[in-house]
């Protein structure tokens, strides 16, 4: 197998750092001629939809905004002391009863 010589891995670096440049005047990102073309195609994509499906979105973005509030306002310290508070609180009716072969018979 032929080595490259320094002049062609030079040459290849080059064209590999130009076509990053070629690329985005192609797509209309070099202020060419397809700044037309773009604005069509940035549609908001809420305009297709009902006004059902509108509001279901508008709510499903307050409740996450919701439930994030709710992770980031109690630590994990504080969410198993609330716990082990509750259960301190429950009567040993709802205790899981213990179980063993010793005293069986």
């Given at each position: 197998?032929?080595?490259?010589s320094?002049?062609?891995k030079k040459r290849s670096r080059e064209e590999a750092e130009a076509e990053p440049a070629a690329s985005i005047s192609e797509?209309?990102?070099?202020?060419?001629g397809g700044g037309a073309e773009e604005e069509e195609e940035e549609v908001d994509p809420d305009e297709f939809l009902?006004?059902?499906?509108?509001?279901?979105?508008?709510?499903?973005r307050e409740r996450e905004a919701e439930d994030a509030r709710k992770a980031v306002?109690?630590?994990h310290r504080m969410k198993v002391e609330k716990f082990n508070a509750n259960l301190a609180s429950l009567t040993e009716h709802n205790d899981i009863p213990r179980v063993s072969a010793a005293g069986n018979g």
């Open positions: 197998k032929k080595k490259k320094k002049k062609s797509h209309g990102g070099g202020g060419g009902t006004d059902a499906e509108k509001r279901y979105k508008k709510k499903m306002k109690e630590t």
